[in-house]
């Protein structure tokens, strides 16, 4: 790219961050990951770039850097479903891989000046309606403030220390709790297992078939749809859910395993 020699660098950084984007649809992932820095170069902070690489380093199982890279999106704009998703995928990889003392062994995460960060304040209670989030909020949605949003996190964190102890039911009134205020994939893909658990198979397929509206490509709402539609007997439906997650993932050994049931059923 270097003929745009006379490109602004905020041009340069788009060009590079969208080469990325190709890269990482191709499957090649260190050319992302090179062309994303450079157009972190040229723009620190920009969300894109940090996001498409946070991918590239996923996909390379480099899951501490994709982690740090998915933690300062969320610095500079707490919104970003894709990063909340991306860390809450991160925690669990390095969990499984490095035990509980896995953030110990993690890069540095950046500190993201005030200048880089979209941050909507929470409206005061004197004056009702006074920095509002923004418009873009479809209406009616949840409530979306950084104070609704963090209530909501927490709430999930609950629900996720339930499930470690094996109390699904309690675990699905925190993640409920969790969902009115900030419907998020995540959520819903862990409320799915719970129900799962419970044998509440219709309930966990509905929760599947909410995260896929968000994530189309969940490949854990996928796996979990497909076990619940095979409990209910819709095989059909099953292998047609494992089949989708096997475009992602062909070599996932639980679909796989699944999807060996299924055809013998």
């Known amino acids: 790219l270097s003929h745009v020699g006379d490109a602004t660098a905020e041009e340069r950084s788009v ?11 191709d499957g090649a992932c260190s050319l992302c990951v090179s062309d994303c820095t450079s157009a972190l170069e040229l723009v620190p902070f920009s969300i894109k770039p940090l996001l498409r690489r946070a991918a590239a380093y996923e996909a390379l199982e480099r899951y501490p850097l994709a982690y740090v890279d998915y933690k300062t999106v969320l610095q500079v704009d707490c919104s970003v479903q ?18 509980v003392n896995w953030r110990q062994k993690l890069p540095p995460i950046p500190t993201v000046p005030v ?48 499930v470690k102890k094996g109390n699904h039911k309690k675990a699905v009134e925190k993640y409920s709790e969790s969902l009115k205020l900030n419907q998020e994939c995540a959520t819903y893909t862990n409320r799915a297992l719970c129900y799962l658990t419970l044998k509440q198979y219709k309930e966990a397929a509905q929760d599947c078939t909410e995260a896929l509206k968000l994530d189309p490509k969940n490949v854990k709402a996928l796996y979990r749809r497909a076990q619940a539609f095979k409990e209910l007997k819709d095989y059909k439906s099953s292998i047609a859910d494992i089949k989708s997650l096997l475009k992602t993932e062909p070599k996932n050994t639980a679909a796989l395993k699944l999807l060996q049931e299924l055809n013998r059923a």
């Open 15 to 25: 060009l590079l961050s969208n080469r990325a984007a190709c890269h990482l649809k």
């Open 82 to 99: 894709a990063a909340h998703d991306g860390v809450n995928r991160m925690t669990k990889a390095l969990l499984e891989k490095d035990g």
């Open 115 to 162: 200048s880089a960060q979209t941050r909507w304040s929470v409206p005061s209670a004197k004056a009702p309606g006074a920095n509002a989030p923004p418009a873009t909020a479809p209406q009616g949605e949840p409530d979306q403030t950084a104070a609704g949003m963090e209530r909501a996190r927490t709430l999930k964190e609950e629900g996720n220390d339930l």
